[in-house]
């Protein structure tokens, strides 16, 4: 029986395939630092006006234009909505710390 351990054989496809995927995740973090960089310089903005970490009436709006988006491009919705609701959490927290400095 062929055990799991071993070493499996070069696939050109899926190699392919997966040199492709890199590309996209390097993309993802290439943009998410983009994002992240400029939601710092908004953290930075609310805490020196005196502005609230968060902003429902915008998140609202976000998550029901990406939503859309997603719809459109045949990725679920649910995944885009959690995804988008992850990354705000995270800049909130962001911003939270920099109101607290
Ligand atoms: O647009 C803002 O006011 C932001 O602080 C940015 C952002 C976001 O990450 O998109 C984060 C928190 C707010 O609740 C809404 C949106």
């Known amino acids: 029986m062929a055990s799991q351990a071993q070493t499996p054989k070069p696939d050109a496809v899926l190699a392919g395939y997966r040199k492709s995927i890199d590309n996209i995740d390097a993309a993802l973090i290439h943009m998410l630092a983009e994002r992240f960089r400029i939601t710092q310089a ?54 939270r710390r920099a109101a607290e400095k």
């Not at 609230?52 to 990725?75: F, G, H, K, Y």
């Open 42 to 95: 908004v953290g930075e903005y609310k805490a020196e006006s005196g502005l609230p970490a968060s902003d429902p009436t915008r998140e609202a709006r976000q998550i029901e234009r990406l939503r859309a988006l997603a719809v459109d491009a045949d990725l679920d919705p649910e995944f885009s909505e959690k995804f988008i609701r992850f990354v705000i959490d995270e800049v909130i927290r962001h911003h």
